[in-house]
């Protein structure tokens, strides 16, 4: 099931407040059968991702995977994540993450330190024990 703009703003308005109103949608590019967002508002954005009930599982393995990365500054703050109840006109069980857009550098762009080498090592072996 697609979410149109209005059902995502209505989402948004309810996990984000009034702010949203003020947000501009973009469609990102899907990586799996859900849908993707961008959301900017000029300086910050939000990444938002939409999945159908039929993926729930690919969804809570993101939630935990992003509140992991959060939780150890490796990852992009997670704004909310959780099932839709039917709000907006939605299918029960679909499922929403709101997260804040990464700043800053890209990984790829200088070598890692050994620090952060261990911080990846050990969030690489807890998601793959998930």
Do not use: C, K, N, S
């Not at 009930?53 to 992009?76: F, Q, T």
């Amino acid at each position: 099931m697609a979410i149109g703009e209005e059902a995502l703003r209505a989402l948004l308005a309810a996990h984000v407040g009034p702010a949203a109103a003020r947000l501009r949608l973009a469609p990102d590019a899907p990586e799996g059968r859900e849908q993707r967002f961008i959301a900017t508002d000029g300086q910050h954005g939000l990444d938002i991702h939409f999945y159908p009930a039929g993926e729930r599982e690919v969804a809570r393995r993101e939630d935990a995977g992003l509140r992991l990365g959060g939780a150890m500054g490796l990852g992009p703050e997670l704004i909310y994540a959780g099932e839709t109840r039917g709000e907006a006109g939605l299918e029960p069980g679909a499922w929403i993450i709101i997260a804040r857009r990464a700043q800053g550098e890209a990984l790829g762009g200088r070598p890692l330190t050994e620090a952060e080498v261990d911080d990846w090592l050990f969030l690489l072996l807890t998601l793959h024990h998930l």
